[in-house]
């Protein structure tokens, strides 16, 4: 009876194994088929693209010039209190169509701020 207790003890032993092993690979399968199916991501309408800035606005330039620390205080104090950029306007436009006139104007017109 040993003998056969030992026999059947084995048995159950390797029956347990190859019902633990089964139900292991089992899991994984189990687990993956009780998720549900992602649902399908939905398309979005496209978005109407946004108007690009062309610049300054149609007629208007800007023009730089490099000048030097002293040149700027000597532009301030001829075109008098926040006069700068209309009396280089009117030098350069003056300059620019050889309007000698409009040019004296301008130098007149200096000459009247740096005195007062």
Do not use: Y
Request: without cysteine.
């Amino acid at each position: 009876m040993s003998i056969t207790n030992t026999t059947e003890q084995k048995t159950t032993a390797t029956e347990a194994a190859t019902k633990k092993a089964a139900k292991a690979k089992a899991t994984p399968k189990a687990k993956s088929a009780s998720k549900a199916p992602k649902p399908p991501k939905v398309a979005k309408a496209p978005k109407e693209p946004k108007a690009k800035k062309e610049g300054p606005p149609p007629g208007n330039r800007t023009f730089a010039v490099r000048i030097t620390d002293q040149e700027l205080a000597a532009i301030h104090k001829a075109a008098g209190p926040r006069g700068a950029t209309r009396l280089v306007r009117q030098v350069l436009v003056a300059f620019a169509a050889a309007d000698v006139d409009a040019f004296k104007g301008v130098i007149a017109e200096a000459a009247a701020n740096r005195k007062g």
